[in-house]
């Protein structure tokens, strides 16, 4: 059997050899298949690696608090959930002071973002992000300071630290510090500008390079008095205190809230799930059309395989009155196909990479080459091979030797 | 007879085959009883659509819709699973056909090959041995042509060697002349001849009344059934084929053509 298969593989590459425009038509179709899985799942692989790389540099002990309950990402896919942004925000000032007493609490600091115009010499681009939070912030995150300070404890509240992108964009320079702008027409003065991070896919789910932080209590004044919390941010005194202090939140939160869990408590792989509607939205898009490629490839497969089998109709008997059992012929056309959408299938991965490292130009995060990805690869054009030339297969298969033998006579 | 041996090599019983449904249906085979020894030349002559042909793949394992008891070296071939078919056609039983049936897309040396994948032998043994089967019939310069690049006498000469490849105890050879020249079909029939000395069992379907002469028993068909069933060769004319060179053949052959023209003779009637 071992050697038989040697014998069709040989006879498969012949057969694919000899009618190459065909075959590589045939082929094309898993190519653009696997190439579009390939190119998804490496790019949203990479965006998964920043996250986890942020959430590792932190040492593995951050809880990251956030308002609603959890939901499975891929779900926002099929079900429009776009009513979420605007339910009201589950996480309260009270909320935070309460957690703020919990012991065994290293660092925490609180998100709220605001929308508003940030002007100065230009007015910011539109998807600025204005950020309210405490000094702690930067404790945990660890943006790099290009010049001036991050927000501090007893400083003058209208202070501002901003990100390198919206300093070129309103002052046209890196050097904004000792400058104003104004946040919804408030003034504010620039304590500090931040180096270029480009990392807008962060477990903040903060654009850093594009926001302007200001201090809680501002923002609390910009907010008509009203803190809305997006997320806390809480780092453990130690490791071991880690499963204690999630249980303790949970409990603290659950008592404010009346018993009800309206809020997730995420750490470690949880956080790097991109929450990011968007992302997720168009990785779905692409896997649809990525699916019916396949599905479309497949029947080419299907087609080819069956047209194959119609010309060789012939040796199929000779084949057979030679002494090739069904089962042999089955095979030989099986491995056939099989080697068609591997062919296919390999050319289609690095298509699919190429494509991620063009994109990636455009993005912040580079594709990531994996051994998941190559088995996904792999098991999408055997799927395809076998699920496609099945049927073709076992049409050669149960062919009648004599009617086969007498075919074009 | 020296090479007959105590089981019948092929034993065929009351045979049947039909063809169509209802009022269309009609006997290709219509009650054949055979029985062949080991080591036999039988041709096998009669009208087209006489069931020569059908009676051949029945034979040969390959038409397994019939009616009545085939017996395969002892064995009932309705009995034998289609897997093991396929070995016995593998490693019993070699065909000869009328119009060669090469693959096209293989050159010579495969082609010759081609049996011994099914039998489980590697590559390079394939070719070793297609090649030393290929030098018994002076085709070895020819190993790497394709099929269409040779002459008829040629390609039969292939077919017949990939026949032989897997050292088959019966061959089956349907009309192997009937598209070569006078010249080219006695090259053909000079091999068979060779074979049949080796002790094969050989059944040939067959127009051509002159080839009977090469046969040790000669049968003919008519509407599905036996008409006459001949045997010609006695151990004397067996002896004389070995020992002498062509002037005594011919002599023979007379005889034996004398002896078909007459059987034909009677047919014609």
């Known amino acids: 059997m071992r050697l038989l298969i040697a014998h069709h593989l040989d006879n498969a590459l012949r057969s694919i050899r000899s009618s190459r425009v065909r ?116 404790k945990i995150t660890d943006l790099e300071i290009h010049e001036g300070q991050f927000l501090e404890n007893g400083i003058s509240s209208d202070t501002v630290v901003i990100g390198s992108d919206l300093s070129r964009g309103i002052f046209n320079s890196d050097s904004a510090v000792g400058r104003k702008l104004t946040i919804r027409n408030q003034a504010f003065t620039v304590i500090g500008a931040l180096e270029k991070t480009d990392t807008p896919v962060n477990y903040n789910l903060i654009d ?171 098991a999408i054009s055997i799927l395809m091979g076998v699920v496609f030339g099945l049927y073709p297969a076992i049409r050669a298969a149960r062919k009648d030797p004599i009617e086969s033998l007498h075919e074009y006579d | 007879m020296a090479t007959t041996a105590k089981t019948p090599a092929i034993r065929l019983k009351n045979l049947e085959k039909r063809f169509g449904i209802g009022d269309a249906e009609t006997f290709a085979l219509n009650g054949v009883n055979l029985t062949i020894r080991n080591g036999e030349f039988v041709a096998i002559m009669g009208p087209s659509g006489c069931g020569k042909t059908t009676l051949l793949n029945i034979i040969g394992l390959l038409d397994t819709s019939y009616d009545g008891e085939y017996e395969l070296d002892g064995v009932l071939a309705d009995s034998i699973s289609k897997r093991k078919q396929a070995k016995i056609r593998s490693q019993q039983i070699g065909f000869i056909f009328q119009n060669f049936n090469l693959v096209p897309r293989l050159n010579i040396i495969e082609n010759v090959a081609l049996p011994l994948a099914y039998k489980g032998i590697g590559h390079t043994k394939r070719l070793v041995m297609a090649s030393e089967i290929l030098e018994t019939f002076h085709l070895n310069e020819r190993e790497y042509y394709m099929p269409h690049q040779l002459s008829g006498g040629q390609t039969q000469r292939v077919a017949i060697a990939r026949a032989l490849v897997n050292q088959p105890s019966i061959i089956l050879a349907d009309e192997p002349t009937g598209n070569l020249d006078s010249r080219a079909s006695y090259a053909i029939m000079e091999e068979l001849s060779a074979l049949h000395k080796q002790g094969k069992t050989i059944l040939m379907v067959t127009h051509n009344p002159r080839l009977t002469t090469y046969a040790s028993r000669v049968i003919t068909m008519l509407d599905g059934q036996i008409d006459t069933d001949t045997k010609v060769v006695t151990d004397l004319a067996e002896e004389a084929l070995k020992n002498s060179k062509l002037p005594k053949k011919t002599r023979i052959n007379k005889r034996r053509q004398n002896k078909t023209a007459r059987a034909s003779k009677r047919k014609r009637k």
């Open chain 1, 208 to 378: 850093t390079d594009n926001a302007a932080f200001i201090n809680l209590s501002v923002g609390k004044k910009l907010n008509q008095d009203v803190i809305q919390i997006q997320q806390i941010n809480v780092v453990a005194q130690s490791t071991n205190d880690f499963d204690k202090l999630i249980s303790d939140i949970e409990r603290t939160l659950q008592k404010e809230h009346s018993g009800e869990k309206d809020f997730s408590i995420l750490t470690g792989q949880k956080i790097s799930q991109p929450t990011n509607r968007f992302f997720y939205t168009i990785t779905g898009f692409i896997t649809a059309i990525a699916a019916i490629s396949l599905v479309v490839g497949g029947i080419g497969i299907m087609n080819i395989m069956l047209v194959t089998v119609a010309e060789r109709t012939r040796e199929i008997g000779i084949r057979k009155a030679l002494g090739a059992s069904n089962r042999d012929i089955m095979w030989q056309f099986l491995i056939e196909s099989l080697l068609i959408s591997l062919i296919g299938g390999a050319l289609g991965y690095d298509l699919g990479y190429l494509i991620a490292l063009i994109t990636s130009n455009a993005l912040t995060f580079n594709p990531v080459m994996s051994w998941d990805i190559a088995l996904v690869a792999l």
């Open chain 1, 23 to 138: 075959s590589f038509l045939t082929m094309l179709g898993v190519t653009i298949g696997v190439a579009s899985v390939t190119a998804i799942l490496s790019l949203s692989s990479g965006a998964n690696k920043i996250i986890d790389h942020q959430i590792s540099d932190l040492g593995g002990n951050i809880i990251v608090i956030r308002p609603g309950p959890t939901t499975d990402p891929l779900n926002n896919l099929y079900r429009g959930q776009l009513q979420r942004d605007y339910f009201a925000g589950t996480l309260t000032e009270n909320d935070l002071t309460e957690i703020s007493k919990l012991p065994n609490i290293k660092t925490i600091s609180p998100i709220m973002m605001l929308s508003g115009a940030i002007k100065a010499n230009n007015s910011a681009k539109s998807d600025s992000m204005i950020v309210a939070t405490t000094p702690e912030f930067n």
